[in-house]
């Protein structure tokens, strides 16, 4: 199966690009996972609008919980204060749930909007998606706002960062280092960045190593999983029942760690099946569209510990307990994902 299409980022490219030229839109809008790079580029938005000491005059943080439009609209036409900018930020302003009185005067005023005003519309909390049905509204976008999706950065984009990160802490890492660190702790910039952090500190050595990594990161939850079914194919169910206990403890929800099983189950499965047709991890790879071939590497390990019956039953009884989790009332979850696991382990 071929990788799936990334779809062009022409919003970020946009952005990057009116940086650089010093020529900022009047109206933006951030949305996306990646917070880190989206405080990075209000940031740098706001150094290059807002003249140092003049911020109480010319840049205005707002919450769009009940804010009108005309209030936004005072905001922005409010004139600048011994300055050319003004800047205005909103925060979770849900423009496609305004009534149409408001969505009318909000067409307006991007319409006629002040040249010296620069508008960042952010969703922080609230996710951002168009409702196609309001064709007036998402067309006003289209012609008067620039909108700047922040994703997780490419492998390529992240391994440069991490290394100057590391670099300001007086430390190298190599690729396959920082591969694993991706893998342990997520590909989120905003996550990485203490992580990061306590490896530096940690590290004696010039150089980081997994070892750093695994002795004090925080491992995401799809990491936890891999460390536990790894368990599972390799019949160490207390091993496995340890990871498990730390989750719980931490008050992940039983239906939630079944599903990152169930996903990380599926991954095995085809990686099973990827041995016995002979293919390779960079094919598994395509197939999940992973970001570089150090998780797909370690799903083929893992398969080879297993054989296709296993896999195949593996997933079948993760989906039927899904199904048991999600209809049940008064099911004891916790003892039937210990159960679950147990008898994935027996089954070895």
């Avoid at 071939?293 to 080879?304: E, F, S, T, V």
């Amino acid at each position: 199966m071929p990788p799936k299409a990334e779809k062009k980022n022409n919003g970020f490219d946009r952005l990057r690009a009116d940086l650089k030229a010093q020529t900022p839109q009047n109206v933006y809008l951030f949305y996306g996972e990646e917070t880190y790079l989206r405080s990075y580029y209000l940031e740098e938005l706001h150094r290059l609008l807002i003249p140092a000491g003049f911020e109480e005059f010319n840049y205005h943080r707002l919450s769009g919980k009940g804010l009108t439009v005309q209030e936004l609209a005072e905001v922005t036409e409010a004139m600048p204060m011994m300055a050319q900018h003004t800047m205005v930020v909103v925060t979770d302003l849900d423009i496609f749930r305004l009534d149409e009185q408001q969505r009318t005067a909000l067409m307006a005023l991007l319409a006629d909007f002040p040249e010296y005003c620069t508008l960042v519309l952010v969703y922080d909390l609230l996710p951002y998606k168009r409702d196609g049905k309001m064709k007036k509204l998402c067309a006003a976008l289209d012609k008067s706002v620039c909108e700047v999706e922040f994703r997780q950065q490419e492998r390529a984009q992240l391994l440069r960062w991490v290394k100057r990160r590391f670099a300001a802490a007086g430390h190298d890492i190599d690729d396959a280092t920082a591969d694993h660190l991706l893998f342990t702790c997520g590909s989120l910039m905003t996550e990485l960045v203490p992580e990061i952090g306590k490896i530096a500190a940690y590290a004696k050595s010039r150089a980081v190593t997994v070892e750093d990594i695994n002795a004090v990161a925080d491992p995401v939850l799809d990491a936890r999983v891999f460390d536990m079914t790894n368990s599972i194919t390799a019949g160490k169910y207390d091993q496995a029942a340890q990871v498990l206990g730390e989750l719980l403890r931490m008050q992940t929800e039983p239906i939630v760690i079944l599903a990152a099983v169930g996903k990380e189950l599926r991954r095995l499965y085809t990686a099973r099946m990827a041995l016995d047709a002979g293919k390779d991890r960079f094919w598994l790879k395509q197939l999940w569209s992973m970001s570089s071939d150090y998780p797909a590497k370690l799903l083929m390990q893992a398969a080879g510990k297993v054989d296709h019956e296993w896999c195949q039953t593996a997933v079948i009884r993760c989906q039927r307990l899904d199904r048991r989790m999600k209809s049940e009332k008064n099911m004891d979850s916790e003892a039937e994902l210990k159960l679950f696991l147990m008898e994935l382990a027996g089954s070895r």
